[in-house]
């Protein structure tokens, strides 16, 4: 972890998202803000993979997990209106997931990874921003709080994430084995396509799934990744085979930042990196603006609207 994104405990309140509920932005990464189902890897392929067995019999895998049970809830939240969200612990992680209203079919994912401070996690404006696009397109939206309750990027041991603390980063990324919990235990909770999650990260939320959660795991969880003010080239090498391009089919990234944001050339630095790895990427540069002064909420429901069925 570089220590631009260090800095963002001192960026002062105005430096929020735009675009969501009054009184509630969207995480601009200060704390002021707001049984495993088998993965779609080589013996088990993404949606649609055609096989051959033993007898050169041409068979196609399933593209679902044929999941079910749901999720055991702690208790129910509002979404506002009838709308309402499970509140559930999976191997120690707090996780919301609301279900989406009607619809047939395997479900899709649509994750929110908050930044520093998990405000907008707190509230539920991720949430409600991306149900009507959930609703559409039959998919459970999930909000995960990290493990230290405070940010992504940060070990789970640092329970501190003040202005004051001196942060540890998830070299190890153990954050994102937490992550990949959540998403087996609702694979076997639930029917789920194998073929392209939809992750929505903001600021520190973005930083973990370059670093750490793509790094590690994003040939078995491929997906359409909007990271919004935030992205970094990981510090340790990929794990699996990024030249193998069945592993990287479906997964795109795309960043979404303003060029006042103190983590530009970070980010800059990733997007090369991951176009170097044979990865479609998107930049989108907001003019004049800084760290998270957009509404990433919007722009994240903007990438999934064209990408999804793609």
């Known amino acids: 972890m570089s220590r631009s994104l260090a800095a963002l405990f001192l960026v002062p309140a105005f430096l929020a998202c735009s675009g969501s509920t009054p009184g509630d932005t969207p995480d601009a990464g200060t704390p002021e803000e707001d049984a495993a189902i088998p993965t779609a890897d080589a013996s088990n392929p993404p949606d649609g993979a055609v096989v051959a067995d033993a007898g050169d019999a041409a068979v196609v895998a399933p593209a679902s997990t044929k999941g079910s049970g749901g999720i055991s809830c702690t208790s129910r939240g509002s979404l506002g209106g009838t709308r309402t969200f499970c509140n559930a612990t999976i191997g120690g992680t707090d996780v919301k997931l609301a279900e989406p209203e009607g619809g047939s079919g395997p479900y899709k994912i649509v994750a929110y ?176 603006a800084g760290h998270c002064e957009f509404d990433g909420h919007g722009r994240s429901v903007e990438i999934f609207e064209a990408t999804v069925g793609k």
């Not at 903001?202 to 750490?212: D, I, P, R």
């Open 113 to 288: 990874l908050h930044g520093d401070g998990a405000a907008a996690h707190n509230s539920g404006s991720a949430m409600r921003a991306l149900l009507p696009w959930a609703d559409k397109h039959h998919a459970i939206v999930l909000s995960v709080l990290s493990p230290n309750k405070c940010a992504w990027w940060q070990a789970p041991t640092q329970t501190d994430c003040s202005a004051s603390a001196t942060p540890v980063a998830d070299t190890d990324g153990l954050n994102a084995d937490s992550f990949k919990g959540v998403l087996d235990a609702v694979r076997s909770g639930y029917d789920v396509t194998l073929g392209n999650a939809f992750y929505y990260g903001s600021s520190g939320g973005s930083v973990f799934l370059t670093v750490s959660f793509f790094r590690k795991f994003g040939d078995t969880f491929p997906g359409i990744y909007a990271l919004a003010c935030g992205g970094e080239k990981p510090a340790k090498p990929v794990a699996w085979d990024t030249a193998d391009a069945s592993k990287r089919a479906g997964t795109k990234l795309f960043f979404t930042y303003g060029d006042q944001d103190f983590l530009k050339g970070d980010i800059e630095i990733a997007i090369p990196y991951f176009s170097g790895l044979g990865f479609p990427t998107d930049t989108k540069v907001i003019p004049g």
